[in-house]
């Protein structure tokens, strides 16, 4: 699951981490302070269970390498002002037990569980993917062509984590970003781009998107009130909400963007 709340100052980020196995937290950030010389600066980092959120002004693409490096146990799921990213293998109930995802808040989030159809059962492979900061998605679906994407990002300095056909996706809408696109523009491209089955759910710190491809095979269902706006694959992951009953509810249409702009909090 991916939560987005309240940003950190323009100069830090927030970077989320995992480890499958006896983490130590601790020693991590001991080892993090020293090499970036970080005891006396705002850098901290809060821990629960295999999850982590280190929060430092360290540049991002040093903070990447240096984990990469020295700690390459450790999974860099997220990186932004914004977004904090849980993963884990296991039943949904007990993974939301474990890292209190009732006391969760934020003004919007985009969870998932995942039933493997191609690539290792692995928190790495599960999704909400990321790419850059504060950009998330998840996917519904299969895609044919993951690996013409993957060669032609990685011709350009894209570099991959996984063999998932969803990170292929998610990687190419960022790059996209990155050359100027707005997120419509984005999309606009991946239609033409992208080959194979989806409905994709995406989000930034200000905005909820949500696109099936032509065929639209993979279900979704949107229901709409004054006070939010739920995405579902079914209708019974909304029949208990707040005010269902009174809601605006009706399956999105193929090629179509759908997209929400969060209030400011």
């Not at 044919?144 to 991959?160: A, D, I, K, T, W």
């Amino acid at each position: 699951m991916a939560v987005f709340g309240d940003p950190t100052s323009s100069t830090q980020r927030r970077f989320n981490l995992f480890v499958a196995h006896e983490p130590d937290w601790v020693g991590l950030f001991n080892a993090f302070c020293d090499a970036f010389n970080q005891r006396n600066s705002d850098s901290h980092i809060n821990s629960i269970e295999n999850h982590a959120i280190l929060f430092t002004a360290v540049d991002p693409a040093e903070v990447r390498a240096w984990l990469l490096g020295q700690e390459p146990s450790v999974a860099l799921l997220s990186v932004g002002r914004s977004i904090d990213v849980y993963k884990d293998q296991g039943k949904p109930g007990e993974i939301a037990r474990r890292y209190h995802f009732a006391e969760l808040q934020g003004s919007h989030c985009v969870g998932h569980t995942r039933m493997a159809t191609e690539s290792a059962v692995t928190p790495a492979h599960a999704h909400p993917y990321t790419a850059g900061e504060d950009f998330c998605l998840v996917h519904n679906g299969s895609l044919s062509n993951p690996y013409m994407l993957r060669r032609l990002l990685e011709r350009r300095g894209v570099r991959f984590e996984t063999d998932n056909d969803t990170e292929a996706a998610c990687r190419f809408i960022e790059w996209r970003l990155t050359q100027g696109d707005t997120l419509e523009q984005a999309l606009e491209q991946a239609f033409r781009r992208l080959d194979g089955f989806y409905t994709f759910l995406m989000a930034t710190p200000d905005r909820l998107t949500l696109v099936r491809d032509a065929f639209a095979c993979k279900p979704a269902v949107i229901a709409e009130t004054d006070d939010y706006v739920a995405v579902a694959s079914e209708f019974r992951s909304l029949a208990h909400l707040p005010g269902i009953a009174g809601a605006r509810l009706f399956e999105p249409r193929p090629e179509e963007i759908y997209s929400w702009k969060v209030p400011a909090r």
